[in-house]
């Protein structure tokens, strides 16, 4: 079974341009989750969608970050203008409702690199 | 709010040396405290789920603890291969799904 797939793995935009970032979860997940490390920083949460609602976005840090998730398959964030803060690597997580087991499965990561 | 703390930030052990990683939490209602390893250039790779104090997970040289307060990510006599960065993260009791993490402890084990 393939696992959480992210593309690209690494980007490098200047200050003011925008990026999209891609997410693909485990196949049926219902829930997919995007994480973000900054540099020296811990893992922090981002958002949480269920299916293509958004659950909890509650760590989206401002409105130049955009979710999506249509059709509740794949995900996709885009930052629009990037800030130099925005630098870090982005994760993304996936898991299934229905499962006892409640642990999130990650993918390899973006690293955005604004310049 | 939640807080999750790891230490050491780094250790370094000679293979065969056992050793302890501790990660202390703060929640307000604890649904579940995640180990996870991390290898440079990858995502978390999911390791344990412990959900009551008293609770302890195996698997292979690594065996999780749980109290109140905080796990423990106790390593027996480890190798080269399990260098990695363990994270720990801990879900709270509010309904929300989302994994609060620590800043990891970085394990170098030296042949």
């Known amino acids: 079974e393939a696992g959480v797939t992210q593309f690209p793995s690494h980007s490098v935009i200047e200050k003011g341009q925008t990026v999209t970032l891609r997410c693909d979860p485990i196949?049926?997940?219902?829930?997919l989750y995007w994480y973000r490390r900054v540099m020296g920083k811990e893992i922090k949460f981002l958002l949480h969608?269920?299916?293509?609602?958004?659950?909890?976005e509650s760590g989206m840090p401002n409105n130049r970050f955009l979710a999506e998730r249509t059709g509740g398959t794949y995900s996709t964030l885009k930052v629009q203008p990037a800030e130099l803060e925005d630098s870090g690597v982005y994760f993304c997580a996936s898991n299934n409702r229905g499962d006892p087991s409640p642990e999130q499965y990650f993918g390899p990561g973006t690293r955005l690199t604004v310049t | 709010e939640d807080q999750v703390t790891q230490s050491p930030e780094a250790l370094r052990l000679q293979e065969g040396e056992s050793s302890s990683l501790n990660c202390s939490y703060t929640v307000s209602g604890l649904r579940g405290l995640f180990w996870y390893r991390q290898d440079p250039g990858k995502g978390p790779e999911f390791l344990f789920t412990l959900y009551s104090a008293g609770e302890e997970k195996e698997k292979e040289r690594l065996k999780a603890t749980l109290t109140k307060k905080e796990s423990f990510l106790h390593i027996t006599a480890p190798k080269p291969e399990d260098s990695a960065t363990y994270l720990c993260a801990v879900r709270e009791n509010t309904g929300f799904q989302k994994l609060v993490f620590g800043t990891g402890t970085r394990l170098l084990v030296s042949p």
């Open positions: 969608f269920v299916k293509e609602s958004k659950q909890d």
């Open positions: 196949s049926g997940h219902d829930n």
